[in-house]
C-alpha cells in the first residue's frame, strides 16, 4: 500500500448533521425560504451526492420548475458554502476522533495521503487546513473537480492519475455507500467508517467496516490494500464488492 486516499463528509469530518445541513437552513432562512431540513430528513436527503444537486433535487419535489430552480440554486448553494465555512471557523464542525491521529501513523510509515471528495471546493481546502494542514494531502480533488459525484468513481480516478498509482496500491477509507460504490468502481478497495447516518447503509464488498477511526491502524490498512488481486473483475475476486 502506497497511498491511503480519504473522504471528507462524514469521514475526515463530523460534517453533515451540525455543519452542512445547518449551513442549509441558514441560507435558506436568509433567503427568506421556510424550508426547514431536519436531522432525520436531512438523512434521507444525502442519498444524493453534492449539495447543489441535493437541493436541485428537493426543490424539485417541493414542486419548483426548472428555470426557477437553475436560477436560485446556485446562489442558494454559493451561500450555504459561506455559512458552512463560518460553523466550520466557529467551531461548530469537528475532525473525527482519531482521524488526524491516523493520518500522523500513516504519514510516519511513508505512506502518501489524497483526498477524493464530492463536497466543493470552497470550504474542503479551507476545512482540511484548519483540522490537518493542507500541504500533507499530496492530492485533493473536490466535487468542482470531478466530472461527476459520487457513487461515480471520477473523484478516485482523477486522484490515482495525480498520484500515478494502480488501484491496487491504494486504500480509500469511505463513510457511505455512496462513497464506497464509487470507490470500487475505480477498483479501490474501500474501509468504511460508519457514522450515524450510515450505519444502517448496504455496505457490501467494505473491506472492513468499523464505528470509529480507533479501530484502525497502518498494518490493518495495509493488509487490507495488499490483500485484494489488483481487482481484476473476471475472477470476481479484488476489490471490486461480490457479483
Ligand atoms: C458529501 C456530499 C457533499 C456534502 C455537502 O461529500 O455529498 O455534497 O454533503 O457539500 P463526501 P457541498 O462524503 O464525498 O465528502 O454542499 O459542497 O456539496
Ligand atoms: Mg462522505
Redesign the pocket.
Known sequence: MEAVIL???????D??RDG?RV??NLAFEEFGLDHRWDVEQYGRL?E????????HAYLEDEGMDAAERDELVPRL?AR??EL?QELVAEGKVQPRPGTAELLDRLEGEGVRLAV?????R???APLLDRFFGLDRFETIV??DEAPA??PDPA?YVMALEALRLPPSAALAV???R??LL?AHAADLACVVVVNDYTRDHDLEGAALVVDDFGALDVATLRRLCDSGDGGDDDDGGGHRPPA
Open positions: 473522504d471528507v463528509d462524514g469521514t475526515l469530518a460534517s453533515e452542512h449551513a442549509f444525502l444524493v451526492t453534492g449539495g447543489q444537486r441535493r437541493l448553494h450555504k458554502t458552512f477524493a471528495t464530492t463536497g466543493s470552497g470550504w474542503v473536490a466535487g459525484r459520487k473523484a469511505e463513510d457511505s455512496n462513497g464509487a
